[in-house]
């Protein structure tokens, strides 16, 4: 069975610095890795996926996550976060194209001004 | 509707008490996924409806869990004799089966708070 873990719970940043969010995935054959965000109040919205190819994926937002399969990890990276970017993020995990999607915990982002 | 509608946005009930939640996806949508979400536990996975495939239900915490999609298109589910830390909300998503998007519609949520 698949599982995603996600380290860490919160991350505090200032305004304007860079930003990496930590995943790591199982799954037995080549994942289909996803992050979406929840901003307050609000609900899931998917930032970016990797199914196959280009191992460095462009989301929305100006985020951008890196598929390493030796490392089995998909981290999110910012190089300059906005105070609209404070949310939760969650890593998900699934396989062929009809496997269930599995989430991590989620890492709660908080900006500094 | 243009998204995923569920219903109750919110319900408050007594411990022991039954609950229905409802979901009701984009239209065509194939795949239907129920997660719960709580404090600290992310998005649990519950069940998973494929198409005309047997649902996955090897999320659900208890037999007190159950959940049913009727004619491929709206899914409820059922908790039995409600416990207080079934209090959470509880999430529905929708997508298409097949394709290589795989990305998840969500509703807004069903909030549940078992007093």
Redesign the interface.
Known sequence: ?QSVT?PD?HITVSEGASLELRCNYSYGATP?L?W?VQSPGQ??Q?LL?Y?SGDTLVQGIKGFEAEFKRSQSSFNLRKPSVHWSDAAEY?C?V?GN??D???????TRLHILP | GAGVSQSPSNKVTEKGKDVELRCDPISGHTALYWYRQSLGQGLEFLIYFQGNSAPDKSGLPSDRFSAERTGGSVSTLTIQRTQQEDSAVYLCASSLLGTPTGELFFGEGSRLTVL
């Open positions: 069975a996600q719970i289909y996803f979406y609900g899931l998917l996926k199914f969650f998900a699934g194209r009809d269930k999607i599995i989430f991590g915990k989620g």
